[in-house]
């Protein structure tokens, strides 16, 4: 449950950058493969790669963690 409201949350924070997953990718230094997984829900997204997410985003881990 908890993967998939993170996976929502990257993703929609992803769009709203107007980023592919591609882009996302490369611009934070993880493989296509793993970030897909993670948007899909199935891999649980370890902290390093999360920080690295949400720094590209130009949010914070919380901004991904919590629905406000």
């Known amino acids: 449950m ?6 929502k949350r990257i993703r929609a924070f992803r769009k709203l950058k107007g980023y592919t997953q591609q882009e996302l990718a490369e611009r934070s230094g ?23 997410i949400a720094d590209v985003l130009g949010v914070t881990l919380t901004d991904l963690m919590v629905k406000k």
């Open 2 to 7: 908890e993967n998939l409201q993170l996976a």
């Open 30 to 52: 993880i493989s296509l493969d793993i970030l897909g997984a993670i948007e899909r829900g199935n891999r649980r997204a370890e902290d390093q790669i999360l920080n690295k």
